[in-house]
Nanobody, 115 residues
Framework: QVQVVESGGGLVQPGGSLRLSCAAS????????MAWYRQAPGKQRELVAS???????SYADSVKGRFTISRDNAKNAGYLQMSSLKPEDTAVYYC?????????WGQGTQVTVSS
């Protein structure tokens, strides 16, 4: 089964930026819609953004205009560029396929937005 590893999180001040990366172990990555999810303490995991195999993107209203999802199928990799970060963006961020989560969940990468 395909495994993913997320990286790029950290502590950033409000208004700052981060770029998250997702590396998948299998070559079948390219045929699926890839997505970023996040889970804040005490809350359910939620869909943040998705990108189809052809590049079509979709965003949650809460991040629209601030986050940009992209992918590199040749590298089996996905990315999430986050800008104008807000404290409410604080969460553990995960990548997986969408709408079915076909890959093993990784450990995620922590994003903390705080002054």
């Amino acid at each position: 089964q395909v495994q993913v590893v997320e990286s790029g999180g950290g502590l950033v001040q409000p208004g700052g930026s981060l770029r998250l990366s997702c590396a998948a172990s299998g070559s079948i990555f390219s045929i699926y819609t890839m997505a970023w999810y996040r889970q804040a303490p005490g809350k359910q995991r939620e869909l943040v953004a998705s990108i189809g195999s052809s590049g079509r993107t979709s965003y949650a209203d809460s991040v629209k205009g601030r986050f940009t999802i992209s992918r590199d199928n040749a590298k089996n990799a996905g990315y999430l560029q986050m800008s104008s970060l807000k404290p409410e963006d604080t969460a553990v961020y995960y990548c997986n396929t969408h709408p079915l989560q076909r890959f093993l969940w990784g450990q995620g990468t922590q994003v903390t937005v705080s002054s």
